[in-house]
């Protein structure tokens, strides 16, 4: 029941480098103490690449409402909104993930 998310050719470009960005990240750090390994993940990153280009992106999968902007830069292969994602509490490597981003950026908006 994916429904569709039209993205603009802008957009698209975007989560793509966004995903690109992370599978990168994903290969060289490996797993960082993840509860998923990072083949898990990078199933994930694949399907949402394939979702970008399927308009499907960005819908989450359990209720199907748009997932923030905010949530997909955060987790570009986010496959949940953050309501459901809080409900099914499965994928602990968001989180963890969140957190580190969250503390990176803290960082750089102090130090900038
Ligand atoms: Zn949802």
Redesign the pocket.
Known sequence: MARTRSLSKKQKERFIRLLCDEETKIQSIGRVGLDKNEGEILVLIRKAKRAIWNDTYGT??????D?AFDRLREVPHAQ??L???TKLEQHHYENQMLEFRKSQHEKISKTG
């Open positions: 989450c999968q359990e209720c199907g409402s997932i949940n909104c309501r459901c994602q």
